[in-house]
């Protein structure tokens, strides 16, 4: 059980650093990882009396 736990920890610290690295080289492979920024202008009434 504990061989178990040990490959599964060794698993998800290549996990992370596999996603680690593709979001470092992401753009090499034409993935584009920026937000996409948009203006949105709402209307806004103020009633001061």
Known sequence: MLKLLKYFFYLLVVAAIAF?????????????????????ELPLALDIN
């Open 20 to 40: 680690v690295g593709f979001a470092y080289l992401g753009p090499f492979f034409g993935v584009d990882f920026s937000a996409h920024m948009q203006t949105i």
